[in-house]
DNA sequence: TGGGCATGCGCAA
DNA sequence: TGCGCCTGCCCAT
């Protein structure tokens, strides 16, 4: 379940269990042959940026992966039950074993590949180094629905259909509201409000609140909550308390 | 048993 | 703008 919550998550366990170990890498599934390469390699750390996750080994070499809709992490005991045949990856350290099922990207990069996926992306609210001006000027600069801007990568990073629905709602804004007319004030406060949640989210390792995201009715109104196509992505929101 | 769907994204047209 | 892809699960048949 990705957002990116999801990933920030991952990179903390992953660095608690795994970093300073050397690795046992492999691809039960085939489809990850680079796992060879960093077979044996020392694990020096781990980095989170959205939706994308780093695993860097000594040598300055990066495991980059992306979830996509489906990728999923599992932490298992050693030993490790028999890997899927879908196992993209499996690490195997001193006392867990992950496995890394369904990712939409997991490929071997260096320094140079790592940073040029730093730079599409936008400010990471739950990074400490994020910068909201950055996402504040590239609102600025466009003119699209401020839902779909949310859910666009190199504007802010991190943020998924449910956070972009639960902050749209809780603030009252419209995700049809052009991303230029927002005010400074509202895009702060969203800002704000996505940066909550997406905390919280690490913290109990699931997105908890559901207030329009698949509701039926608006729990502030009891309107019925519409959702619609809005460029490729179901869009929620509560006609009444967020007009256009 | 099989179709549809999912918190995503890149690419062709 | 629409489609394909990565996988698992739920629900209808």
């Avoid at 390469?37 to 989170?48: E, I, K």
């Avoid at 992950?98 to 990207?105: E, H, K, Q, R």
């Amino acid at each position: 379940m990705p957002e990116g919550h999801t990933i920030r998550h991952c990179a903390q366990e992953h660095a608690r269990l795994l970093v300073g170990q050397h690795l046992g890498v492999t691809s039960p599934q085939g489809r990850f042959p680079d796992a060879a390469l960093v077979d044996g390699g020392l694990l020096v750390g781990t980095d989170a940026w959205g939706k994308h996750l780093f695993h860097e080994y000594e040598g300055e070499r990066f495991v980059h992966v992306h979830l996509g809709i489906y990728g999923t992490f599992t932490t298992h005991p050693l030993p490790p039950p028999q890997p899927r045949p879908t196992t993209r990856m499996r690490i195997v350290g001193d006392e867990v074993a992950i496995d890394l099922v369904g990712p939409n990207t997991c490929e071997l990069v260096d320094t140079a590949g790592r940073d040029a996926v730093f730079a599409r992306l936008g400010p990471d609210p739950l990074r400490t180094d994020a910068d909201p001006d950055r996402a504040w000027r590239a609102l600025q600069r466009r003119r699209i629905p401020i839902g779909q801007a949310l859910l666009d990568q190199t504007v802010i990073a991190g943020v998924g259909n449910v956070y972009r629905a639960e902050a749209l709602w809780t603030h009252r804004i419209s995700p049809l509201r052009p991303s230029n007319e927002l005010t400074r004030e509202e895009f702060d406060t969203l800002w704000m409000e996505l940066t909550e949640l997406l905390h919280k989210g690490v913290r109990e390792q699931r997105i908890s609140t559901r207030n329009v995201y698949k509701a039926d009715d608006c729990p502030e109104c009891d309107t019925p909550i519409r959702r619609w196509d809005l460029a490729g992505r179901w869009a929620y929101a509560c006609p009444s308390c967020q007009p256009r």
